[in-house]
């Protein structure tokens, strides 16, 4: 079993949902050598999340964002924490109810997501800032 850990840097992006998928394999080149394992990926803010979903229709995302934005609206009365903006405190809820983390299983050398599956940054804040997400590899390395 061998171990390895990284970090991830995901240059700014606007408020919503983006696929990150090549942005990650892009920076793991070492995915190419586990026959088997696992990649957990950890993104280091309270304003972001990481989640799983469809990786083809980029309405999808939209969708993500317009949904999230009514589910979670700005300016509610009863917020107290609105110190950096009316998008503060909803981003931090946004990031709570879709999480922190992932974990994806590696086979032969590649991330082993489902046909229509990519891997979604979303952006909560209007101006978030370039993201952090710590990458951690574990599993079998091929050995030839």
Not at 40 to 69: G, K, Y
Not at 83 to 103: F, V
């Amino acid at each position: 079993m061998m171990w390895q850990q990284t970090i991830i840097h995901i240059p700014p992006k606007a408020r919503g949902f983006h696929l990150i998928t090549s942005e990650v394999v892009s920076q793991l080149p070492q995915i190419s050598y586990y026959d088997t394992g696992v990649l957990e990926l950890f993104i280091q803010h309270t304003s972001a999340s990481l989640t799983i979903n469809e990786n083809a229709d980029p309405t999808v995302r939209a969708d993500f964002e317009r949904h999230f934005s009514h589910l979670v609206p700005e300016d509610m009365p009863y917020y107290t924490h609105t110190y950096e903006g009316s998008d503060d405190m909803p981003a931090h809820l946004k990031a709570s109810l879709l999480g922190h983390s992932l974990t994806i299983p590696i086979g032969s050398g590649k991330l082993m997501l489902g046909t229509w599956q990519g891997i979604y940054l979303g952006e909560h804040r209007n101006h978030g800032g370039q993201r952090s997400i710590v990458a951690t590899l574990n599993g079998n390395i091929n050995q030839e």
